[in-house]
């Protein structure tokens, strides 16, 4: 029990000037933002031809799953999740694009002639043209 609690400071004192980073610097949060909003704003909105969604990928976004890498890491010691950490990170930006509603990989970029078609289909479908 007290080598426990003992075990319990160290591991506080260990991750506390991570949470004192994460909790105080509101400056970077802010700035972070801004970035994000601003790569947002760069990347061109997408059109879901399955379900007529309209969206804005993220713009860094890796392929690959999250939950492979860190199986990867563990159970390997490494070795393999480096590797795929690498893999997945390659061409960031240039992973396969999901809707993220339907998640169909049916994705073209909001302009193109076949989108325009679609969403007019839709809104006949729906009866919501003028
Ligand atoms: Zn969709």
Redesign the pocket.
């Known amino acids: 029990m007290r080598e426990s609690f003992g075990l319990i400071l160290l591991l506080l004192f260990c991750i506390s000037p991570l949470i004192w980073y994460l909790a105080t610097d509101k400056k970077r949060t802010a700035r972070y933002a801004a970035q994000n909003a601003a790569a947002q704003a760069a990347v061109p909105l997408q059109h ?1 031809m ?4 309209e969206f804005r990928p993220r713009p860094g976004a890796v392929r690959g799953s999250t939950l492979v890498e860190v199986v990867l890491w563990l159970c390997t010691f490494g070795v393999l999740g480096l590797l795929y950490s690498i893999w997945r990170r390659m061409d960031i930006g240039k992973a396969k694009l999901m ?6 990989n ?2 073209v970029p909001a302009t193109t002639p076949s989108a325009r078609a679609h969403r007019l289909q839709l809104e006949r479908l729906l009866g919501t043209t003028n």
Do not use: F, I, K, R
């Open positions: 879901c399955t379900c007529g969604n809707c993220p509603v339907c998640s169909s049916q994705v």
